[in-house]
């Protein structure tokens, strides 16, 4: 089992948000970070200097649960972005299509006890983690408008699906950022639990690094952790150490089986 060293002031850290940071719950307002958490995010921040979040809630929602705790983020899986100097971009996308998407997507949960309309910045998701049992009616009325809209795609996640108006995912986001201080030049690593966290995945793995699936599933990520609360305690064992860290670490996260490459030996490795 091939180990791997960070070294945290030459490593790019990012991190997904609900089932990553946070646990995913049944409404999507309703999400909470646990303070201790946060506040191993601030520490390792404070250390590496080099830390952002890249999920698909929208910046504006990141800013309101982390809050005091500011970081360069990327918002609606790619489709925004603040930089770590505070530039704010995000993909072009019709406002009026948005807004007539999500009045269809409205309409159709309408009077549907379980789903839930929640409209982002260039996208609409559909949530029926309440009714599993409507999961292919929801998955085949989103699918109907991602070709209705023009440019529009699906993002699929845990009991949500997405309408997005936008061409960016969060591999793009991932690239952005290390081309840009205080991430380029760094080793990166990105740390997620859903399908769409796999672009992320594999732009690191194409950039040297080191990515890790959070729970069980296919994946392209060359780690694994069992459950956010390993991850959580994978985290505090990170910002103890506060230097070069393992990051293998038994019963947390472990090297997976059948990765498509060996991970690369991190900058500032020791040995």
């Known amino acids: 089992m ?10 790019a850290f990012f991190f997904d948000f609900d089932g990553t940071l946070a646990p995913i719950v049944d409404e999507p307002t309703h999400v909470r ?8 995010v601030r520490r390792l921040e404070e250390v590496s200097g080099a830390v952002a979040v890249i999920s698909g809630r929208s910046i504006a929602q990141l800013d309101k649960f982390l809050s005091p705790l500011v970081l360069p983020a990327s918002g609606v899986h790619g489709l925004e972005r603040r930089s770590a100097a505070g530039a704010l971009s995000s993909a072009s996308f019709d406002p009026e299509q948005l807004k007539t998407l999500a009045a269809t997507v409205a309409a159709f949960t309408r009077d549907q006890p379980g789903l839930i309309t929640e409209v982002k910045p260039g996208s609409v998701a559909l949530h ?10 929801c998955l085949a009325f989103a699918a109907l408008q991602a070709q209705r809209f023009t440019g529009a795609s699906l993002a699929h996640g845990k009991q949500v699906v997405e309408i997005k108006l936008g061409n960016r995912d969060k ?9 840009e201080p205080p991430f380029q030049g760094r080793t990166p690593v990105f740390i997620g639990d859903d399908v769409t966290d796999e672009d992320a995945f594999r732009r690191v793995v194409e950039l040297g690094g080191v990515a890790i699936k959070i729970g069980a599933g296919d994946t392209v990520a060359t780690h694994r952790t069992p459950d956010i609360t390993s991850f959580h305690r994978w985290l505090a064992r990170l910002e103890e ?4 860290f393992s990051v293998i670490q038994p019963g947390l996260v472990e090297r997976r089986d059948g ?6 030996r991190m900058a500032g490795a020791e040995g």
């Open 259 to 264: 990765a498509a490459r060996p991970a690369a």
């Open 2 to 11: 091939t180990d791997v060293v960070l070294d945290p002031t030459k490593t």
């Open 128 to 137: 029926y983690r309440k009714a599993p049992e409507k999961t292919a009616e």
């Open 241 to 244: 150490t506060g230097g070069p």
């Open 171 to 179: 591999g793009d986001a991932v690239l952005a950022f290390m081309s």
């Open 33 to 40: 970070i646990d303070p201790s958490v946060a506040a191993l």
